[in-house]
């Protein structure tokens, strides 16, 4: 369970968000103080409330941060590469989980990223063993907090399905995925997984997909310097061409225009 990251201190992220990525570790983030709230991709349902101020994901999670504007948050961030067993079961097959903790523990937590954040980057003999202790902390503190929220709540297959099923095309859609790929991730087949989609979303799995690519692309003209060709290869389009027909079907102007014009996308 090595500590890959650690970081504390103010943020303004209603100013300077966070743009929505994939970390490759999994991310602990706690709001000592404000409020920062995660940013998602369209079509994947937000796991968290209102006043969660402790927050889970895992490696694949494709999210950023936000805060009201003028807010300044304080917060305290670990990346780990593994999470104990215990924790992971929680999970199922969402990729972000969130709690509220009280300020007592969130002071414990600013103590611990304050402790380990110099050790991250110059460790010693002892930081392995340090490390995983932190983890361990960490993941108790959350699964103490939420024990009433994921334990005693029946596990929705279907919704875990779709979740899961979401969660993997967003994490693979520059590898020009679809939904037989998505499918046969899941261990379902297409038509068995669209009556799953359409049960607990309303939609087929190419809406929803084609929702994220167009949301991930929004993202990218936004916060990114990459060239439009680049977009249109991270979003899974075949060519620039069709990317460009999809964005303008959404939004009635090219992605050439939008990024030369800043117009706002709503």
Not at 19 to 37: D, K, L, P, V
Not at 176 to 202: C, H, N, P, W
Not at 211 to 240: F, H, M, P, T
Request: aromatic content about 10%; charged content about 20%; proline content about 6%.
């Amino acid at each position: 369970m090595a500590l890959v990251y650690c970081s504390f201190g103010k943020r303004e992220y209603g100013k300077k968000p966070i743009g929505i990525s994939s970390r490759g570790y999994w991310e602990f983030q706690c709001n000592i103080s404000g409020q920062s709230r995660p940013r998602l991709l369209m079509g994947v349902e937000p796991p968290w409330e209102e006043d969660h101020n402790f927050w889970i994901s895992t490696p694949d999670s494709l999210h950023g941060w936000t805060s009201p504007p003028d807010m300044i948050s304080e917060i305290a961030v670990f990346h780990f590469t593994e999470v104990p067993e215990t924790l992971l079961n929680v999970f199922k097959g969402q990729t972000m989980i969130s709690t509220k903790l009280d300020g007592d523990s969130l002071q414990e937590i600013l103590a611990l990223a304050k402790k380990m954040a110099p050790q991250v980057l110059s460790p010693v003999y002892t930081s392995p063993l340090e490390f995983d202790l932190s983890c361990l902390i960490l993941s108790l503190c959350f699964l103490q907090n939420s024990r009433e929220r994921h334990m005693n709540i029946p596990w929705d297959n279907h919704s875990h399905i779709a979740n899961a099923s979401v969660s993997w095309y967003c994490s693979h859609m520059n590898e020009g995925v679809g939904i037989q790929e998505t499918a046969d991730k899941m261990g379902y087949s297409v038509s068995q997984l669209r009556r799953i989609f359409i049960e607990t979303r309303g939609a087929c799995p190419s809406k929803i997909f084609e929702d994220c690519r167009i949301e991930r692309a929004k993202e990218l003209l936004e916060n990114s310097s990459l060239s439009i060709i680049e977009i249109s290869q991270e979003c899974g389009y075949s060519n620039q061409s069709s990317f460009t027909r999809a964005f303008k079907k959404r939004f009635v102007r090219s992605p050439i225009k939008q990024r030369k014009n800043h117009i706002p996308l709503n």
